[in-house]
């Protein structure tokens, strides 16, 4: 026995570590990853995998609503992604009558595929670097020695540069986004698809199984899929929504391998990752914790009370349910980072790095010129704004939270929007007021915005400084009587409700009551605190960039000749790397997949977040699996796990094979290594997938939607 554990223990030690860190710019890949690629086992070239001339892998990818990742698997414009990406919209669809949230949907014909509003999926089409092209035109400018004009012959330049872009292509839209902190600039245009409807999911309890107890955690044993559907004009292209409009006709769409995937097999993630901080300095980490930190103690008051009011009423529950799984998703996170930056010694390891890099700046003239006060102007800002920063996440997590303070907010805005084009408070501007905020009182349930408001406002008292209380709501803040003022808010101010509202908006006194009303008051009092704390927050803000800039030039002379990639800024990149167990403490090996046998086992029919439906139970009993189990041990696998370097923004990512063949899609990281935006960690970083064979298994055995199935290329 201890033969075998010790044998176990050295194969996980010795695992190859081949390709594993970096999210990789496609258009770099034959050069900076092309033998690399080849070597950890990939059969496609960079150019099957990113081409403009041709079709390639990455037409079948798709940023997802704008914050996930999603892919076309099929050829009538068929997506798949995360339940967790879908899921404000499918809750957006849902009532308690229907509520395809909770019991899941799918669209047996065409005519059932509902339309999603507001959702968007967006097409890479090309990127390309115009560094030099920004650089000259930066030198030109500079020889005047005018800053200002500097920035306005950027500006210009880049201005004609996605404006001939978009001429050259109809539908598209291009951009200039910046990478290494802003020492590399690339040209990308896209297109945009905004007719997008939602074709099916599981119930919450298979895609969201193990709710917020599993996120962020293996094992793992989550059903994270939904569909859509892309529809398209007549021609194929863009289109709003109509019935008219046909399902889209992709270039290329993703085959479905049914093989599984053993340890050791290679995979790679391409999508669309957010934000990573691995060029961030250890004085910027360490305020980002400090930072976090405050957010997390903040919503955990928001958080327990909508807990409470959502497990006391399945309304409660459907209204919530999205606004509480963002919010309780980076507030794990946070914790998780926090955790592991302390037994990771994130903060020690790149503080000798820094170290390492300021002996090697030290080494040449040159390099002092370039890079030696890059540190130092970072360290200067974080320390000048730190405070101010601080406060201001306090007010925008706590009084800001008030769901009263936001629905005054976006009328505000609306309505501001209308006024600065010089008109008065007309029926224009209380149209786009109205607009701005119908919505949201869909999903708003007063009471619990009312117990919020007191619980809220009474931490803020607790936690910000009496210096910046604050001012404006009626007497001093620091011994005003909560719960009264809260009553008075509640009472008087008409945004409790649209009804309301909408009433009283267009009654004749509307200007009067707008103006005068507590909700106003308090937000405006809000800002009030924000602005006279931004001074602070951008005093030296240049210094910041020029200092970021500078560093990140100096890690990459530092470390010519390696192949690098910049930190994640939601442009599309491709990671590659194995399947793969890992050790998550001593003696505890974590296998590198799950099996339905989980899912029984995590049954707790008296906690909401491990309920297992009755059909699913049934089909595990009759072992009713269809073609959808391993060839190895004649399971199904649900969740799988991989060493690709992913974050937030590739949920619903693809798992690609060694082919270019779905067989899973990405949707969480794991706790051991939740540090990994700013460090990756070879031993311990993994990236958690659901199987794409379960996935298929939910939509024909669970689902009924056996015509799914019919539509896609399945690779036996
Ligand atoms: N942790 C996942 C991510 O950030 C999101 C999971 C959503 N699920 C949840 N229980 N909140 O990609």
Redesign the pocket.
Known sequence: MKKILALAAAALLTIPALADEGMWLLPLLQKMNGKALQEAGCKLTPEQIYSINNTSLKDAIIHFGGGCTGEIISGEGLIVTNH?CGYSSIQSLSTPEHNYLMDGYWAMSREGELPCRGLTVTFLKSMTDVTDILAKVEAKAAKGGDEKAVEEALRAKAQELTAEAEKANPNCTAQISSFYNGNVQYLIVSKVYRDIRFVGAPPASVG?FG??TD??MWPRHTGDFSMFRVYAGADNEPADYSPENKPYRPANYLKISLAGTQEGDYAMIMGYPGRTQRFQTAAQLKQMLATNRIAIDARTVRQDLMWEAMCADPDVQLKYASKY?SS??GWK?WQGEELAFEKLDIIGREERKEAAFMDWVGAKKKRQAAYGNALEKIASYVEGSSEASKAVTLLTEVPYRIELVGMASRFSNAVNRVLRNGESLGNDALEQGLAAVQRSYRDYVVDLDRKEAVALLEYYRKKADPAQYLQGLGGDFATLDIPAYVDELFDKSVFTSYEKLEAAMKSDDNKEIYENDPALKLQQSIISAVMALYPKVYEGADKLEEGSKEFAAGLLEWEKGKPSYPDANSTMRLTYGHVLPYSPKDAILYRHYTTLAGVMEKEDPTNPEFIVPARLKELYEKGDFGQYTDAADGKVHTCFLTNNDIT?GN?GSPVLNAKGELIGLA??GNWESMSSDVMFEPDLQRCICVDIRYVLFLVEKLGGARHIIDEIDLVK
Do not use: I
């Open positions: 967790h969201k709710g917020e996120n962020w799984a309780a998703n996170k937030g949920s949707f969480d």
